[in-house]
């Protein structure tokens, strides 16, 4: 993993609009242009680690802190590469820093999104949800 840079913004804009489509496909939510563009408009470089597999562009992962804990949002992973373990070692790094850290860790994930069994299996909970979302949070320490 390497610091996002400003530029990294499209390609990893183009990326979640491929990642997310059948999620909000199946929803009814899909936007081409909104998909792209919610990225743009949060797009926090600082705070936003871009993922490297054999020196190129594989993905994206975001851990913003807030006030209710830190947040993990925007990991998306080029769909050739899913599958083969880089989401759980990503996730490994980044929960051993909150760990380390003490800090509570919350995301939310689509309805539906096979994305949910990667963050249960790493000790995401359920603590709310909606028609579209998924909200879970993970406490300090909970991976299997």
């Known amino acids: 993993m390497r610091s996002a840079k400003p530029a990294d913004v499209e ?11 059948p999620d909000l496909e199946r929803l009814g939510r899909y936007d081409a242009h909104r998909v792209r563009q919610r990225l743009r408009d949060g797009f926090a470089p600082r705070h936003t680690s871009v993922i490297e597999a054999d ?11 807030s006030e209710d804990g830190t947040w993990l949002e925007h990991f998306y992973l080029d769909p050739g590469l ?13 929960l051993a820093r909150t760990d380390a850290d003490a800090e509570l860790v919350r995301l939310n994930v689509l309805q539906g999104s096979p994305a949910r069994r990667l963050y249960e299996r790493h000790g995401f909970t359920v603590e709310a949800q909606d028609p579209v979302d998924l909200f879970m949070v993970r406490r300090p320490g909970k991976s299997p």
């Open 55 to 65: 020196g190129t562009f594989a993905g994206s992962v975001t851990l913003r802190p």
């Open 11 to 21: 390609p990893i804009a183009e990326l979640r609009a491929v990642v997310m489509r």
């Open 82 to 94: 899913q599958g083969r373990g880089l989401g759980s070692a990503v996730l490994r790094t980044l």
